[in-house]
């Protein structure tokens, strides 16, 4: 198990105070929060390149915070691969090995298997400056796991790529995991990054841990509007607890008069009646209800009219966005493409919309 | 199209004029006194002495001087900006009032210490060699801080992670990444100690076949209106000059990666 302990950092503006992140052997875990939060800085501590200001780090049983960079068995993928341009593809790969002093031939089974998985043996002759950008990150991460790294850090890895190019990347992140179970810690803005290969995540804003769990954890039911702000969310609320109605388990929350009923469990901290709370609506589980057409029992809990405001193709979906006609709220809702076609939408159409359960979450 | 022919008008004026100057010299060239003076010993002496001088010279500030470099390009520290700065006195401070120093310390008593138990300075070879490298040192690390800046420290960084200690990532990642611009502030250095003179002849004399490095022979000669054996010099020193900035061209030029 990789742990860090109260890491505290103070340089220049930054201030990363009393950080903890525990990562299980074999999992693939993300710090994520946004650009300029001082990622870089915790990755550097981790790797012992900064001296943290306090701060205690176990790569399994060993405590490694005072040991140098060399001595800590974690490898390192910066944003900008740094790859050794005079070196050859084959020899930036055998750094590692090298320079520990390990056995060649104990790891040639392995760097083959590695080699092969990436697809990079026709690149092993070249310099890395004649490569595109595909392959570069390819080598700079077989560099890193060839020399069987304790823990491996990753710096923003699809930072700046093309899209093609970054879901191959994606892939191959999860096929290299999936295959030799390095322990891994990355850092990204990204949330969707994170989601995708992520099994634990870590939220880090303003130098301070907001929220840690498994990530549907964290996706589905964020802590605070600050994680929620964080991770993109829509149709955030101010809300009131009206009351709780015992005989359906649902709590009545209002807010500008138009009043919402939620399942008593779709929250994480205890709320009570007369409180305020932080009402978040998740947009892609908000239906438009088609005319005519019958409604199931959990649907019509949270039914709307509204009006349509403006509408926006996003290209894989459509965002429409709708005014509540009591209390007048602001409500943005996606939809399936196919879904959108089928519903006749325009501007200005008064519609009825129903929230899913799962649409709801609120934070104290 | 005037502006462009004014502004390329200017840049070819100014070769003319250092080109010119070359070219003057050879109006003297070929007489029988031009080949006595190339052949004389003090010359073959002074031509020597100078090579050796400016080699040592340049060995000592490179020693000194890429360490330093590599401190003032990585690291803050407390001073940096002082240090920074004292960098520039050399190139500041007129070459014979460095001279002069050197020569007020050595009558110091440390100085004078230095001297008895150790190695002579004042009017002695060794003061040549001290004097040049106190003109460069600060140029030379200058220059080599330079060409470490445009290193990123990132690529230390990943070799550390990778098992190097730094003394092996300085060697095997960053001087190599580096070594161009190393060369070329090198070559630099060496070819300004070479033409060292204020400095030099403060502390070290100007006594023919003992401390007479190239330039001072020049000065000699020309105040003993030796035109030709000062003509043999001048040649020497520019064809050094033109071999050493070629070289440096050649440093700078293509990139072999990236």
């Not at chain 1, 932080?278 to 019509?300: A, H, N």
Request: hydrophobic share 45%.
């Amino acid at each position: 198990m990789i742990r860090v302990e109260g890491l505290t950092i103070l340089f220049e503006s930054f201030k990363i105070m009393d950080l903890d992140i525990e990562i299980q052997e074999e999992r693939f875990h993300f710090l994520l929060g946004p650009t300029g939060s001082g990622k870089t800085l915790i990755l550097e501590s981790i790797m012992g390149l900064r001296k943290p200001k306090k701060g205690r780090i176990w790569i399994g049983e060993r405590e490694v915070q005072d040991l140098p960079p060399e001595q800590r068995e974690i490898s390192y993928v910066p944003q900008d691969l740094a790859l050794f341009p005079h070196l050859k593809v084959k020899d930036n790969i055998l750094y590692g090995i090298k320079a520990r002093n390990f056995d060649p031939k104990v790891y040639e089974e392995y760097v083959q298997a590695l080699i092969q998985v990436m697809k990079v043996d026709h690149l092993l002759e070249r310099y890395p400056g004649n490569l595109s950008g595909g392959e570069k990150k390819r080598v700079a991460l077989l560099r890193a796991l060839a020399p069987k790294p304790k823990l491996l850090l990753l710096d923003e890895p699809l930072a700046g790529l093309d899209p093609s190019i970054k879901v191959e990347i994606q892939q191959l992140l999860k096929l290299l995991h999936s295959s030799f179970h390095t322990t891994t810690l990355c850092v990204t803005h990204d949330f969707e990054e994170a989601y995708v290969l992520g099994d634990g995540i870590t939220i880090c804003i303003d130098g301070r841990i907001e929220q840690e769990g498994k990530r549907d954890d964290v996706f589905l039911r964020p802590k605070s509007r600050k994680v929620a702000q964080f991770l993109g969310a829509k149709n955030l609320y101010r809300a009131r607890v009206l009351k709780k109605e015992e005989s359906l388990q649902r709590w009545v929350l209002g807010v500008n008069g138009l009043q919402f009923l939620m399942p008593l469990g779709r929250c994480r901290d205890p709320i009570e009646v007369g409180g305020e709370v932080d009402l978040f609506i998740r947009p892609e589980e908000v239906m438009i209800l088609r005319e005519g057409k019958p409604l199931k029992d959990s649907l019509k809990r949270n039914v709307f009219k509204g009006e349509i405001l403006d509408i926006i193709n996003r290209g894989r979906y459509h965002t429409v966005y709708v005014q509540t006609m009591q209390g007048k709220i602001p409500f943005e809702i996606s939809i399936p493409n196919y879904a959108f076609r089928n519903l006749n939408l325009s501007m200005g159409k008064t519609i009825k919309v129903a929230l899913r359960e799962e649409s709801l979450w609120v934070m104290s | 199209m005037r502006f462009r022919y004014t502004m390329i008008g200017a840049a070819v004026s100014i070769f003319i004029f250092y080109l010119g100057l070359i070219l003057s010299l050879f109006y003297f060239v070929g007489g029988k006194g031009f080949w006595e003076a190339l052949l004389h010993p003090n010359t073959i002496f002074s031509i020597r002495l100078s090579l050796i001088a400016a080699t040592a010279a340049t060995f000592f500030a490179l020693m000194i001087g890429l360490p330093s470099a590599y401190a003032l390009s990585r690291y803050q520290f407390f001073g940096k900006r002082v240090l920074d700065t004292f960098l520039e006195i050399p190139m500041i401070m007129s070459p014979i009032a460095l001279g002069a120093s050197l020569l007020i310390f050595f009558n110091t008593p440390l100085g004078e210490v230095i001297q008895r138990k150790g190695i002579f300075f004042v009017f002695e070879i060794p003061g040549i060699v001290l004097a040049q490298f106190a003109t460069i040192a600060g140029l030379s690390t200058r220059l080599m801080k330079a060409s470490l800046d445009e290193i990123s420290p990132r690529f230390e960084a990943v070799a550390r992670s990778l098992g190097s200690s730094s003394w092996q990532a300085f060697y095997k990642i960053t001087i190599p990444l580096a070594w161009r611009g190393l060369i070329a502030s090198i070559i630099l250095s060496w070819a300004k100690a070479l033409g060292e003179f204020g400095a030099t002849v403060t502390l070290a004399g100007a006594m023919p076949g003992k401390t007479e490095t190239m330039p001072i022979a020049i000065f000699t000669a020309l105040a003993s209106t030796n035109i030709d054996k000062t003509i043999v010099l001048i040649l020497i020193l520019v064809v050094f000059g033109l071999v050493t900035l070629y070289g440096v061209r050649l440093t700078g030029g293509k990139r072999l990666y990236d």
